[in-house]
């Protein structure tokens, strides 16, 4: 068996190596994640389902029977809430979990060397393990409604690929941030609460795609793009998905991945002097 030891200021070249070489300690750690979020619960995964499943129930209660909301997309309202809240509680949990993957494995940071980043990615696991089982569901309601399968889900992989870039590059930036300052363990949860809303996770862009502030709002809130692309790629015939109005989504997540490692990198030996 292969001794770990601890080894500070490794270089870059092998660092990205060293990824690939504790690759086995990658796995363990998203096996450990996924099985202590279930431990001990009488349901167990059944929960990835009932969470969002009741969401639905209550939005679609609050919207179209309460508030008389209706959606322009004529699209079931059911199939565009379920669809969405799928998507960001994917994001969303897996942004809680990244930046909560250093602090909370303080225990391994000050033992022993390996690359942290591997921390952050396991922490993913968690919000896919999720997103699949919810998954499960959506496909069967979506044929309940009458929206088929077609080739458009051969997208899925892509759109559900950019939501992970999205909450792993975010993610990083607040678990550095969160080593020193604490604070942002309260800021994160803020940012899923109104990010919820100014998303759109609940309702289908087709209220507002033609108003002149409509472009600005897909630079601003790049995740709208996925969102809506991810329902593109779901719901049979969906016509409401731009790519135009996706470029700046691409955009982000691109640069904020690049920013994120390398800030990630830079602090990453002092993270011990503050754990």
Do not use: H
Request: proline residues 3%; contains cysteine; charged residues 15%.
């Amino acid at each position: 068996m292969q001794e770990i030891v601890i080894e500070a200021g490794r270089t870059a070249k092998n660092y990205w190596k060293d990824l690939w070489r504790f690759k086995e300690l990658l796995l363990i750690l998203a096996l450990r994640d996924v099985t202590v979020r279930y431990k001990q619960t009488s349901i167990g995964i059944l929960w990835a389902i009932i969470r969002p499943v009741m969401m639905m129930m209550v939005f679609v209660f609050a919207y179209d029977k309460v508030a008389k909301i209706k959606d322009d997309s004529n699209v079931k309202y059911q199939v565009i809430i379920f669809s969405g809240i799928l998507l960001w509680n994917f994001f969303a949990t897996a942004l809680q979990q990244v930046s909560n993957s250093i602090t909370g494995n303080s225990n391994l940071v000050s033992k022993v060397y390996f690359p942290r980043l591997i921390m952050a990615i396991s922490s993913i696991s968690v919000a896919l393990v999720d997103f699949l089982v919810g998954l499960v569901v959506l496909i069967p309601m979506l044929c309940y409604y009458g929206y088929y399968p077609d080739w458009n889900m051969l997208m899925i992989p892509f759109f559900l690929a950019l939501t992970a870039m999205a909450a792993f590059s975010l993610g990083l930036i607040f678990a550095v941030l969160n080593v020193k300052y604490r604070d942002f363990q309260q800021i994160v949860p803020l940012v899923v609460q109104y990010g919820f809303f100014v998303c759109p996770v609940v309702y289908s862009v087709s209220k507002f795609q033609d108003e002149w502030w409509f472009k600005y709002y897909s630079i601003l809130n790049p995740l709208s793009g996925i969102i809506e692309g991810f329902r593109w790629s779901t719901i049979q015939n969906y016509a409401y998905f731009q790519w135009s109005s996706f470029v700046p989504s691409l955009v982000f997540v691109i640069i904020t991945t690049f920013i994120s490692i390398v800030f990630f990198r830079k602090k990453e030996n002092s993270f011990v002097d503050f754990i």
